[in-house]
């Protein structure tokens, strides 16, 4: 039976694969997905600046083949803080709610701290409050507000994790 | 960019270039860079990049894609220049040669530039808005067309007015794109007579309408008149809609000039031209029935979106033409707020500009700082902001009137006498007076921006209070002083270091506030932030405590000794009702705090740690600005943590901060009773947000509950 685009997708926990940025051959999937979801026109030059310097950030999210999910990051020096930056998350429709983006971006994180990143921030609609919701849960706090920040005149937080200092090597 | 003068005469078209390609000149020429194109497109694979010295990755990303709308701004969508699109057509004067709907298509094209100036004034570029009416941007060919050619010219005064005021307040902020007028005609000859152009228009209409009235109950014509249009069932409808139009511009004109008169002396004349504004635009709302009704054929679509009030699309805009002007990023259609919308905008608009000149110009620092905080609840816009901030803050004085040594002075509780001390010449003094202003178009800013500026502002207040701390030292040391005037210049020291104390908590405080307001603070992290305002608030009563205790002693030593002297006394002791108010603050904080730290510690699902760091990162983050001004001192993460781990519901304090806070609450409502604003109802719901009202007695029904 064919899955409608608008109906939940029938899917067990273990199928879905993540994957971690792996050449050219994801850059279309990636772009096809955000160009979906997104209303920010990026040309590809915008893509391959943060695949290809920081193809270990970039995670996909495949389900039977087929992808479902991206997270696109970035990281670097920051008026002295070595900072993650998170560019874009993305999961198709009839597969959120399931913690896919949660996952996506879960790994991407734990690729920053391991790289050195002393903190990670992204900005999200004030009005986006499933993003608010995942980010909350995973330790961001709303850092501050951007007046009018998007073109339609919505707001929005700057959200950053701040990563305690590493611990002492006993 | 900020140095660039403002105000540019057009010169967009050098010469009318040919309908359909740019001409070449004496020193260019025309090559087809097709086939090098070509041969580029076959050169490079898939994913190859060209390296360069000054092209990498990250300038690629701001290559445009050339022919994508999105991107393009050179793309030629309809007319390639304004001249080729009045060649076409596209702006005729007159509009129609039928005078009825030329008089129509005129009230929709006012209609139009309202909902276009909201859009403006709401964040959009000039160029995009007002000065897509293609009328505007060539003025004076609609001299032939009274009406347009008025209308035009008070728009176009009125903008450069307006942009004047936000320029001036230089605090643009985020909104940077509205003072952005590169380019477009905002200056014009003679429209300092726009007034007159418009009262001739007004004159003329009057008497059309008084004509049409006249032979409609058949009494003898007054005098020989044209008709505004030709058909005579509308003619009073359209001179009734064209009439509150016209007047509503030159009131709301009159509005700006009078707001603009120094040192707030025009406030009163404005406050008249508001409500006539206000009459007006009822009576704007009130033409949209007859205008829609006036012609058989009826407009698509939702009424509600439409940016006239006839329903129908204005002629003679086109907001691609300008792309090459407006801001420096690729264009974007905005969406033109509905007629309807701009309405409400300006009613709201008017309503803010109204308190603005409603307000006393109270000398007292404290009473405008509470008014300014109170005004900014409404969330009034950038204009309103604008001139409230240009009101407060002329020449480098309060109201261009009080200078701020004295401003302070009084604040400080000093004695008048010392207003004029040369000690104000002092370096340090100085600043101080800068910060004051400066904190004054803070707090005249969006709240997002000025919750970051007053973070940040927290630094200065430290640092002029440890240079003024020093200077005192450095002067006077510990020994007092024998000679007069080295008395009262320690004298202005000591109140003026306490009153800078107390000013800096104030800040302190108004910074965490703001956070409610704009939603940082998620519930989770709520018990943190009363704990730490908990902190702010008693440090903050304490100096305000001090503070009134020798503004007392200033009053006594003045003589005002009162009659009855055991009442006076009795005054004495009683804790001052503003200190009282700051008390039952401190109660409801610390009763918030906690009873939050009692349901995380009891409650396993409200204590949900993160994968990736811990509570105490968030409290570092949140309170940095802060702690690096160690405002309060001794404050950290924890002395939080002891404050609040042991906090348990069968705690029976905590019943009683609530209780305490009320009991406090109505022996202060007594002494607040000419000042609503101070009411216990307030208290609660500028505390807790929407933890407010309710939480305190809830949480009391709500344990019980869990027992």
């Not at chain 2, 990049?49 to 050339?66: R, T, W, Y």
């Not at chain 2, 359209?238 to 120094?262: D, E, G, Q, T, W």
């Not at chain 2, 200078?403 to 010449?425: G, M, R, Y």
Request: proline share 4%.
């Amino acid at each position: 039976m064919e899955v409608k685009p608008e109906e939940k997708a029938e899917i067990e926990e273990p199928e879905i694969e993540y994957v971690s940025y792996g050449g050219e051959h994801h850059l279309p999937l990636i772009m096809n997905l955000v160009d979906q979801e997104l209303s920010e026109p990026y040309s590809i030059f915008t893509y391959r600046y943060f695949v290809y310097l920081w193809p270990q950030l970039s995670f996909l999210a495949f389900h039977k083949g087929k992808c479902v999910g991206t997270v696109v990051c970035k990281m670097g020096e920051h008026r002295n803080t070595f900072r993650g930056y998170i560019a874009m998350l993305v999961v198709i429709k009839p597969y959120r709610g399931r913690g896919i983006a949660t996952e996506l971006v879960t790994r991407s994180i734990r690729m920053m701290m391991e790289s050195g990143c002393e903190e990670v921030t992204l900005e999200a609609e004030v009005t986006n409050k499933g993003a608010l919701a995942l980010y909350g849960r995973l330790g961001f706090i709303r850092a501050k507000r951007l007046f009018h920040y998007y073109l339609n005149g919505v707001d929005a937080f700057r959200l950053k994790l701040l990563f305690p200092p590493p611990r002492q090597v006993l | 960019m900020a140095d660039k003068p403002v105000y540019e005469e057009a010169s967009i078209d050098g010469q009318p270039p040919k309908l359909a390609s740019i001409p070449a000149s004496d020193t260019t020429v025309w090559a087809d860079a097709s086939p090098l194109l070509q041969a580029a497109c076959a050169g490079l694979r898939d994913g190859e990049l060209i390296h360069g010295d000054n092209f990498n990755l990250f300038a690629a990303m701001s290559a445009l894609e050339i022919m994508d709308p999105k991107m393009d701004s050179g793309i030629v969508c309809t007319y390639y220049s304004i001249d080729e699109a009045i060649e076409n057509g596209a702006a005729p004067i007159p509009i129609s040669l039928d005078s009825t709907i030329d008089v129509r298509c005129t009230i929709d094209i006012m209609d139009h530039l309202l909902a276009c100036e909201a859009a403006w004034h709401k964040g959009h570029s000039l160029a995009q808005t007002v000065f897509s009416c293609i009328y505007l941007l060539r003025l004076d060919r609609t001299a032939p067309h009274a009406l347009l050619h008025s209308y035009c010219r008070i728009i176009r005064a009125t903008c450069k007015a307006v942009v004047s005021v936000v320029s001036d307040a230089r605090t643009h902020e985020e909104e940077d794109l509205f003072t952005m007028t590169y380019g477009l005609p905002l200056n014009g000859d003679g429209d300092d007579k726009c007034l007159s152009i418009l009262n001739a228009v007004e004159e003329t209409i009057s008497r059309q309408l008084r004509a049409c009235k006249a032979t409609s109950s058949k009494r003898r014509l007054p005098e020989d008149l044209e008709p505004l249009q030709s058909n005579s069932n509308l003619e009073e409808g359209f001179c009734k809609a064209l009439l509150c139009r016209l007047r509503f511009r030159k009131h709301f004109f009159h509005v700006l000039s009078c707001m603009k008169r120094p040192q707030g002396r025009g406030l009163e004349s404005a406050r008249k031209h508001i409500a006539s504004c206000l009459t007006e635009l009822e009576s704007i709302l009130e033409s949209a029935d007859f205008l829609r009704s006036c012609f058989d054929e009826s407009c698509e679509g939702d009424i509600d979106d439409k940016t006239t009030a006839s329903g129908f699309e204005p002629i003679g805009f086109d907001a691609m033409l300008n792309s090459r002007l407006s801001a420096p990023t690729p264009p974007r259609a905005i969406k033109i707020l509905s007629w309807k919308k701009a309405v409400e905008y300006f009613v709201k608009l008017l309503h803010d500009l109204d308190v603005i000149c409603s307000y006393s110009l109270d000398p007292h620092l404290e009473s405008l700082l509470r008014f300014v905080v109170q005004f900014q609840k409404s969330q009034p816009d950038l204009v309103a902001r604008s001139h409230l901030q240009l009101l407060l803050v002329q020449d480098g004085k309060l109201y261009g009137r009080d200078p701020f040594f004295a401003v302070i002075n009084k604040a400080a509780a000093l004695p008048e006498a010392t207003k004029n001390h040369d000690i104000q010449k002092n370096e340090s003094f100085l600043q101080l007076g800068m910060l004051v202003m400066n904190l004054l178009k803070i707090l005249c800013t969006n709240a997002a921006w000025q919750r970051r500026k007053l973070g940040k502002f927290l630094q200065d207040w430290r640092v002029i209070y440890v240079q003024l701390e020093l200077a005192f030292r450095n002067e006077y040391g510990e020994v007092s002083s024998s000679s007069n005037d080295e008395n009262t210049c320690m004298k202005i020291f000591q109140h003026i270091l306490l009153w800078v104390e107390e000013q800096t908590y104030w800040i302190a405080f108004r910074f965490l506030i703001l956070g409610f307001e704009l939603e940082l603070y998620s519930t989770g992290e709520y018990c943190m932030v009363y704990w730490y305002l908990y902190a702010v608030l008693i440090k903050l009563t304490e100096k305000t405590h001090l503070m009134m205790a020798v503004s007392h002693d200033t009053a006594k030593r003045k003589g005002k000794k009162k009659k009855d002297s055991s009442k006076d006394l009795a005054r004495e002791s009683r804790i001052p009702p503003a200190v009282l108010f700051l008390q039952c603050y401190i109660c409801l904080a610390e009763g918030l705090t906690m009873m939050l730290a009692a349901l995380r510690n009891e409650i396993p699902v409200f204590h949900s740690p993160s994968p990736f760091n811990t509570e105490h990162e968030k409290f570092v983050q949140h309170f940095e600005l802060l702690q690096r001004a160690c405002i309060p001192d001794h404050v950290s993460y924890p002395s939080y943590k002891e404050s609040t781990t042991h906090a348990r519901f069968s705690t029976l304090a905590m019943y009683n901060y609530f209780k305490d806070a009320q009991r406090i609450a109505k022996e202060v409502k007594s002494s607040f009773s000419n000042d609503p604003e101070r009411a216990f109802s307030t208290l609660f719901s500028r505390l807790g947000g929407r933890w407010g009202r309710n939480v305190p007695f809830g949480w009391i029904h709500f344990s019980s509950y869990l027992k």
